[in-house]
């Protein structure tokens, strides 16, 4: 167990649709990470949040969006779903940003956009 | 930009046959580098990692040496088990400007007994 929490661990759902993924980090971790992986782009790094303020920006559409709250768990949005957004999305957490630590990744959330 | 470039798979092997997963990887600077693991219907985790020219990083009976003259890390195990088929991923991490943690595609490995 990483200490990781994402939730829900599976969502399906329609195209044009609006879902909300949720991430507890570790405890006194202050860095969340969002991945998205799928069959054909392997893992890509979507956003990171460091205490509450945004890091860092891959490559994340403008249809999704995310956010870090006061007690450091995350949400990442996506909106207006189309069936290429299917995908498993993974969050992680390390302790501190600019290091070179490992991150600690949860099980991920399975999307299925029908 | 950084950039990891992974063997592709599915990598099959006989049990007690000896693995060899290269990766090569373009970074500015000095980054570390890691080897992440993801069983089935699971999240990825550490399996070893290398912060320095040289540096050879273990676990679990797996190696890797950083190079830095050929820019590689490949992953390496004298003799597989059946519980040893995931998918293995190489990452690094730079050393300044961007830290983001870049990972390769993931090679699936399948072990038959």
């Known amino acids: 167990d990483s200490g990781v929490t994402q939730t829900p661990k599976h969502l399906i759902t329609a195209t044009g649709q609006r879902v909300t993924l949720r991430c507890s980090p570790r405890?006194?971790?202050?860095?969340v990470y969002w991945y998205q992986q799928s069959l054909d782009q392997g893992l890509q790094f979507l956003i990171q949040?460091?205490?509450?303020?945004?890091?860092a920006k891959g490559n994340i559409l403008e249809r999704f969006s995310a956010q870090q709250f006061p007690d450091l768990h995350s949400e990442l949005n996506l909106s207006s779903l189309e069936l290429g957004d299917s995908a498993l999305y993974f969050c992680?957490?390390?302790?501190?940003?600019?290091?070179?630590?490992?991150?600690?990744f949860g099980s991920g959330t399975q999307l299925s956009v029908l | 930009g950084n950039s990891v470039t992974q063997m592709e798979g599915p990598v099959t092997l006989s049990e007690e046959a000896f693995l060899t997963i290269n990766c090569t990887y373009t970074?500015?600077?000095?980054?570390?580098l890691f080897w992440y693991v993801q069983y089935p219907g699971e999240g990825l985790q550490l399996l070893l990692k290398?912060?320095?020219?040289?540096d050879k990083g273990s676990n679990k009976g797996f190696e890797a040496t950083y190079r830095k003259e050929t820019t590689s890390f490949h992953l390496e195990k004298g003799s597989v088990q059946v519980s040893d088929s995931a998918v293995y991923f190489c990452?690094?991490?730079?050393?300044?400007?961007?830290?983001?943690?870049?990972f390769g595609r993931g090679t699936s490995l399948i072990v038959h007994p």
């Open positions: 992680a957490s390390s302790p501190r940003g600019p290091t070179n630590e490992k991150l600690f």
């Open positions: 405890s006194g971790d202050l860095s």
């Open positions: 949040y460091y205490n509450g303020e945004e890091r």
């Open positions: 970074a500015t600077g000095y980054p570390s």
């Open positions: 290398a912060t320095k020219a040289d």
């Open positions: 990452a690094l991490r730079g050393s300044g400007g961007s830290y983001i943690p870049t």
